[in-house]
């Protein structure tokens, strides 16, 4: 740490002369030890984001230091801006390139130092789930062979699934057809950006610009940007979602995430943690309290979508079980020295069987460690769609029974059961809970006409269910059923013989009459019934 009474010194002296720190390297010991201290302090963090690339002493000491980013631009800037683009060399209004399928367009080779200070796009066809996925887009900085950035279009810019949706933070947006990023990406020597159409669509319009700014050159410690694309379809049991695994010094500046439940409906994967291990560690340093809490939300998101500059929830999907949703590290980056590997749970014990993607960001030197390759198939890129759910013919959905339900004891509702291995028709059954045996619950069971039918019913197991005897009448229909089992799962066709009905709702009593010892509890759920005309 420089000292303090130097500090002061060195910044009194810097008022009365400018000592540029970018480009140039010509710095003395005390320059460079004020440097390491002003970036090491919240307050000079601050300095640094507002004046950085390029900025001076003298500029850190001017009166207009503490005016915040806008203040600072009444001060003077170094390097040369420049621009790239799709703009018609022609001179006429072809401002665009296209991509037919497997073609592969460079965007951008520059030889020389600079910091790309903007990324605009905008695409046609618009908001195409297969474009989005499948045009790559892959960024080299100074003659590397292994590129720093490997991502979908569409997921690089921070939305996941294919879709195209509007939102605002600080790094990256979506905003009426544009696609804006404003990491800071700095170079060397040279850059090449390429542009890949892994779809069998043509891509009829690919607009961008690309704004930076040149320098004679950098200092050599400045990092490289790096984002990375990662997926598992389906998820491994017990076994976390890896973001990021990356070796060498940098640090890690956040993460866009998107995460389907492949089960159905339930968000019930959002209860995993993040794990975050560094520098070689065995056993996470960082974990966190939950998947939402991670992204600086809360209660699985219930208040729905938003956008802010350092997170957000931009698809909220309850239908698929789909979350879109991003955090920036940037007011509390991560550094790591020579590793970091940033992990999170699918569900609490890694129970919750997804489809997980995400684009990693992050800063480090050079070289980095190879990326894992995406799918040789293409059509491995496209999101997971969810099947429809699965249905018991004729069944008489137990959920649908809840309007006329009336219990003596316990409270009925309706519950998601895509968390759970099995199949239950419609990915729902009703929940019954009573607290105790001797207790009633009636449903109205409507039959198409009138007559005598065989009763099929369909219920679930679980370790605190308790044993049922079904009436009609007061005249027992069928034997008792215990619905005890170790764990939660369909009890499939239960044939409770003949039943009489009229057309219309009938009343049908669901006694609980114990419970087997090994139960904790008196719980009931009916996923359906099925009447057969006898």
């Known amino acids: 740490m420089v000292n303090p009474s130097l500090l002061k010194k060195t910044l009194k002296t810097n008022r009365e002369k400018t000592v540029p720190i970018f480009p140039h390297r010509e710095r003395n010991n005390v320059l460079k030890q004020t440097v390491r201290f002003l970036i090491a302090t919240r307050v000079g963090t601050l300095l640094f984001l507002t004046f950085a690339s390029p ?92 590129p720093s950035v490997v991502s979908p279009i569409g997921d690089f810019f921070g939305v996941g699934f294919g879709e195209q949706k509007d939102y605002q933070s600080l790094p990256l947006n979506e905003v009426s057809g544009g696609y804006n990023c404003y990491w800071a990406m700095p170079f060397h020597k040279s850059v090449r950006w390429t542009l890949t159409n892994r779809s069998k669509k043509r891509v009829d319009a690919f607009y961008y610009n690309i704004d930076f700014t040149a320098y004679d050159k950098l200092p050599k410690e400045t990092l490289h940007f790096h984002a990375q694309w990662n997926r598992e379809n389906p998820t491994k049991p017990g076994q976390n979602y890896t973001i990021l695994d990356a070796k060498g010094r940098g640090h890690f500046v956040g993460v866009a995430l998107f995460m389907q439940n492949r089960k159905g409906r339930g968000l019930g994967f959002l209860e995993g943690d993040e794990m975050i291990y560094l520098e070689g560690e065995k056993t996470p340093s960082i974990t966190g309290t939950g998947t939402e809490d991670y992204f600086s939300s809360g209660w699985y998101y219930d208040r729905g979508e938003y956008s802010a500059p350092y997170h957000g929830i931009n698809l909220k999907d309850t239908e698929n079980g789909r979350i879109s949703t991003y955090r920036w590290h940037i007011e509390d980056a991560m550094p790591f020295k020579r590793s970091i590997r940033v992990t999170i749970e699918h ?37 997971f769609v969810l099947p ?11 959920e649908a029974l809840k309007p006329g339900a009336v219990s003596s004891n316990g409270p009925v509702d309706p519950q998601d059961t895509s968390p759970f291995t099995g199949d239950w028709s419609g990915n729902s059954h009703l929940w019954w809970r009573p607290s105790e045996a001797g ?83 008196y719980s009931v759920a009916i996923d359906a019934f099925v009447l057969k005309k006898l």
């Open 347 to 383: 569900g609490t014990q890694n129970d919750h069987e997804g489809d997980y993607s995400s684009v990693a960001y992050w800063y480090q030197t050079e070289p980095h460690a190879p990326f894992s390759p995406l799918p040789a198939n293409a059509a491995a890129l496209l999101p």
């Open 439 to 521: 207790t009633t619950l009636t449903l109205q069971l409507p039959a198409p006409a009138d007559g005598t039918y065989e009763l099929i019913a369909y219920f679930t197991k679980a370790r605190d269910y308790g044993t049922i005897q079904v009436q009609q009448g007061g005249i027992k229909i069928g034997g008792e059923v215990n619905l005890y089992n170790p764990e939660v799962s369909p009890t499939g066709a239960i044939s409770l013989g003949r039943i009489t009905l009229k057309r219309g709702n009938n009343p049908l009593s669901l006694h609980n009459v114990g419970k087997d010892v090994r139960s904790t509890g």
């Open 55 to 146: 900025f001076s002493f003298a500029q850190a000491s001017h009166p207009a230091s503490g005016l915040g980013t806008l203040g600072g631009l009444i001060l003077p800037r170094e390097g040369t801006p420049k621009h790239e683009g799709s703009w018609d060399r022609k001179g006429g209004n072809e401002d665009m390139i296209h991509l037919e399928p497997g073609e592969t367009r460079t965007l951008w080779d520059y030889n020389g130092a600079g910091i790309v200070r903007r990324f605009w796009a905008t695409i046609a066809p618009r908001s195409d789930k297969e474009i989005h996925r499948q045009l790559i887009l892959q960024m080299y900085w100074d003659g590397e062979t292994s």
């Open 388 to 398: 429809p759910p699965f249905k018991i013919a004729n069944a008489i959905e137990g």
